[in-house]
Nanobody, 125 residues
Framework: QVQLVESGGGSVQTGGSLRLSCAAS????????MGWFRQTPGKGREGVAV???????FYVDSVKGRFTISQDTAKNTLYLNMTSLKAEDTSMYYC???????????????????WGQGTQVTVSS
C-alpha cells in the first residue's frame, strides 16, 4: 500500500508563493502517475497538476503559468511550486498516485489509487 504524506500548506497573501511536498513510502515514479488535486467544501475534487513517469506534466487551465509540478525520484518526493496565488486557489490540496496516464488522471480523480491526507492552502488579500 503506497502511503503519501503532504506538507507545506499554510496561509499566504494574494500574489504570494508556496511549495507543497509529498513524500511517498516507496518508489512510485516508474509505476504511477503522480499528481496534486484540490477540493473545497461542497465541491468535487479537481485535478491541479499531474506528472507521468517520463516527466510529462499536465495542468488544469486555471493554474497554467503559475504552478509547476516536479519530482525528486532519489527522495521519492513530489512537489508543487505555486506562485502568483489567488484567493480562488484556497483549498485542501491532496497528493495522489494512480496507474492511469497523467493526462487522463488529471480529469478523472475517481481513477486515483492512492491519496494523501491533504494539506490546507489559504490565500487571502
Amino acid at each position: 500500500q503506497v502511503q503519501l504524506v503532504e506538507s507545506g500548506g499554510g496561509s499566504v497573501q494574494t500574489g504570494g508563493s508556496l511549495r507543497l511536498s509529498c513524500a511517498a513510502s516507496e518508489y512510485t515514479y516508474s509505476r504511477y502517475s503522480m499528481g496534486w488535486f484540490r477540493q473545497t467544501p461542497g465541491k468535487g475534487r479537481e485535478g491541479v497538476a499531474v506528472i507521468d513517469s517520463d516527466g510529462s506534466s499536465f495542468y488544469v487551465d486555471s493554474v497554467k503559468g503559475r504552478f509547476t509540478i516536479s519530482q525528486d525520484t532519489a527522495k521519492n518526493t513530489l512537489y508543487l511550486n505555486m506562485t502568483s496565488l489567488k484567493a480562488e486557489d484556497t483549498s485542501m490540496y491532496y497528493c495522489a498516485a494512480g496507474r492511469a496516464a497523467a493526462w487522463w488522471l488529471l480529469q478523472h480523480p475517481e481513477h486515483v489509487g492512492h491519496w494523501g491526507q491533504g494539506t490546507q492552502v489559504t490565500v487571502s488579500s
